[in-house]
């Protein structure tokens, strides 16, 4: 089965639940187990998350896309804004960084995707955004519906 979502909305902290449970639904017909489920609200929680509070500081004026591709039972997560940007890829890859301490962000964000998911790309260019691209083979091949 083959499948593509597109979604955007306002940078808004309200918006992370939204996206979680868009591509928890959209990703239901592969039966993915809970803790592959899991894993995959968690990813798009935080990479949601970061664009909302580290590329446009909650500017509810600017969108976040979210994009989910389903192949078998491979699946594609982009989540893309224009903001910011990330100075220095690989210092933020590293666990415990955080480019607002004082707002008592973990840090933790990129180690938690890399963790979870298969495979994760980070594209980004100061002040013209970021893009980060997450795969993740399911066990699960039995479809619930086709």
């Known amino acids: 089965m083959k499948n ?11 918006n992370e639940s939204l996206a979680r449970v868009a591509v928890a639904s959209f990703i239901s017909p592969l ?10 609200k968690t990813v798009v929680s935080e990479a949601v998350t970061n ?9 509810a004026e600017e969108k976040v896309i979210l994009e989910c591709s389903i192949d078998q039972s491979q ?3 982009i989540i893309e804004d224009f903001g910011k940007g990330i100075e220095d ?3 933020a890859r590293e666990p415990l960084y955080t480019s607002k301490p004082e707002w008592e962000r973990s840090g933790m964000g990129f180690t938690i995707m890399e963790n ?7 594209q980004s260019k100061e002040n013209k955004g970021t893009r980060i ?3 993740k083979q399911l ?8």
Do not use: R, W
């Open 4 to 14: 593509h979502m597109k979604i955007e909305f306002s940078s808004i902290s309200q």
């Open 89 to 91: 890829i690989e210092v």
């Open 31 to 40: 039966n993915p187990t809970v803790d592959e489920l899991t894993d995959i």
């Open 133 to 135: 691209t997450l795969s």
């Open 116 to 122: 979870f998911m298969d495979q994760v790309d980070i």
């Open 75 to 77: 699946i594609e997560i």
């Open 139 to 146: 066990t699960s091949t039995k479809a619930i519906c086709n």
């Open 51 to 59: 664009a909302i509070i580290h590329g446009y500081e909650e500017n």
